[in-house]
């Protein structure tokens, strides 16, 4: 770990989901696609939960990882629809987030949030976490 205040990706590609070389064709996602992005706060500071909208209530598998993108925990509520500059700007307040979605984790890897190479493909959709330090 380095000593700066950068992003560090707690994402643990071990289990069978495998890192992928690019965020996919859908990283150019534009300004105005369509995130829900929720803000709780912990005992460890904010946590953000970002996902494209469309794949809410949604489950991933590959081998024996699996993601379910839960309406009690990216939507509900709480939950705000967000475009791209929303969910940059939520991401640096936040002191933890997940992002599940090709099209916002295509966003956080273009701001330079999240490094490419951490991001998890599940079944078919991206998967990242952030860990500011």
Same mark, same amino acid.
């Given at each position: 770990?380095?000593?700066d205040?950068g992003?560090?990706?707690?994402?643990?590609p071990a289990?069978? /989901?495998?890192?992928?070389?690019?965020?996919?064709?859908?990283?150019?996602? /534009?300004?105005? &696609?369509? %995130?829900?992005?929720t803000?709780?706060?912990?005992?460890?500071?904010?946590?953000?939960a970002v996902?494209?909208?469309?794949v809410?209530?949604?489950? %991933?598998?590959?081998g024996?990882v699996?993601?379910?993108?839960e309406?009690t %925990? =990216?939507?509900?509520?709480?939950a705000?629809? &967000?475009?791209?500059?929303?969910?940059?700007?939520?991401? =640096?307040? /936040?002191?933890? &987030?997940?992002?599940?979605?090709?099209d916002?984790?295509?966003?956080?890897?273009? &701001?330079?949030?999240i490094?490419?190479?951490?991001?998890?493909?599940?079944?078919?959709?991206?998967h990242?976490?952030?860990?500011?330090l």
């Amino acid at each position: 770990m380095s000593d700066d205040a950068g992003p560090a990706d707690a994402t643990d590609p071990a289990g069978g /989901a495998e890192p992928t070389d690019s965020p996919g064709a859908d990283a150019d996602a /534009a300004p105005d &696609a369509d %995130f829900l992005l929720t803000r709780r706060e912990t005992p460890e500071g904010t946590l953000v939960a970002v996902c494209d909208a469309d794949v809410l209530g949604e489950s %991933f598998e590959d081998g024996p990882v699996s993601l379910e993108v839960e309406e009690t %925990f =990216y939507g509900g509520d709480d939950a705000e629809p &967000a475009d791209a500059d929303a969910v940059i700007e939520g991401l =640096y307040d /936040a002191d933890t &987030a997940n992002l599940v979605g090709a099209d916002c984790v295509g966003v956080a890897v273009d &701001a330079g949030i999240i490094d490419e190479e951490r991001v998890l493909d599940v079944g078919g959709t991206l998967h990242a976490q952030l860990l500011w330090l």
